[in-house]
């Protein structure tokens, strides 16, 4: 969760972020994509896309299996803000990930 905090604070102050921070970061997520709520991954991906730092596929990747898993936790912004997000980062919304999020 205070991954998430820092990114969307950042990007909510809208703050110029060294890239190399944003790498760490989004490293230290891959690592622990298990522990994000719904809340936690739509915030964290909205932070990435509104930065305009691009995201690492494999992040990418692991924020939608972690999604798919808490599914039926997302309320209708989370997953509003998860797909405006990827698609503004230029991320395909994986099938199982919209089919989930169609409850």
Same mark, same amino acid.
């Given at each position: 969760? @205070? =991954?998430?905090? !820092?990114? /969307? &604070? $950042? +990007?909510? %102050?809208?703050?110029?972020?060294? *890239?190399? #921070?944003?790498?760490?970061?989004?490293?230290?997520?891959?690592?622990?994509?298990?522990?994000?709520?719904?809340? @936690? =991954?739509?915030? !964290?991906? /909205? &932070? $990435? +896309?509104? %930065?305009?730092?691009?995201?690492? *596929?494999? #992040?990418?990747?692991?924020?939608?299996?972690?999604?798919?898993?808490?599914?039926?936790?997302?309320?209708?912004?989370? =997953?509003?803000? !998860?797909? /405006?997000? $990827? +698609?503004?980062?230029?991320?395909?919304?994986?099938?199982? #990930?919209?089919?989930?999020?169609?409850?």
């Amino acid at each position: 969760q @205070g =991954v998430s905090n !820092l990114v /969307w &604070a $950042l +990007a909510t %102050l809208e703050v110029e972020v060294d *890239p190399q #921070l944003v790498t760490v970061m989004q490293n230290r997520v891959i690592e622990i994509a298990d522990e994000f709520n719904s809340q @936690g =991954v739509s915030n !964290l991906v /909205w &932070a $990435l +896309a509104k %930065l305009g730092m691009g995201v690492y *596929p494999a #992040l990418a990747k692991a924020m939608q299996r972690r999604a798919i898993g808490i599914a039926a936790d997302f309320n209708s912004q989370n =997953v509003a803000n !998860l797909l /405006w997000s $990827l +698609a503004t980062m230029g991320e395909r919304a994986d099938r199982g #990930l919209l089919e989930a999020m169609q409850r």
